[in-house]
């Protein structure tokens, strides 16, 4: 089995920043991609970010706030969040593609979340 476990959320006043980790543990052969995805009260899971290979993706509306990496040493994926605005308050979910084993394909899982509130 392989967990996920996320850290740093809190809450920050707009124009703040935060940095969120999530750490993978477990039988883990190889992570392909990781990434952060958020949801805010009332709407679907949208994503934020993932990171393949040092390629990054982002939302638009992150485009230039956020920062995703990874250690793969470490198996440990960060979201540095700046400028953070109201509208980024959401529980925010770790996401892995992790392979197991050498005769097993990749399967995803999620960390618990943790919650990011912006607000004065």
């Known amino acids: 089995q392989v967990q996920l476990v996320e850290s740093g959320g809190g809450l920050v006043q707009p124009g703040g920043s935060l940095r969120l980790s999530c750490a993978a543990s477990?039988?883990?052969?190889?992570?392909?991609?990781m990434g952060w995805y958020r949801q805010a009260p009332g709407k679907q899971r949208e994503l934020v970010a993932t990171?393949?290979?040092?390629?990054?993706n982002y939302a638009d509306s992150v485009k230039g706030r956020f920062t995703i990496s990874r250690d793969n040493a470490k198996n440990t994926v960060y979201l540095q969040m700046n400028s953070l605005k109201p509208e980024d308050t959401a529980v925010y979910y770790c996401?892995?593609?992790?392979?197991?084993?050498?005769?097993?394909?990749?399967?995803?899982?999620w960390g618990q979340g943790t919650q990011v509130t912006v607000s004065s």
């Open positions: 990171i393949i290979s040092g390629s990054t």
């Open positions: 477990g039988t883990i052969l190889r992570i392909n991609a």
């Open positions: 996401n892995a593609d992790v392979r197991q084993y050498y005769w097993s394909g990749p399967s995803d899982y």
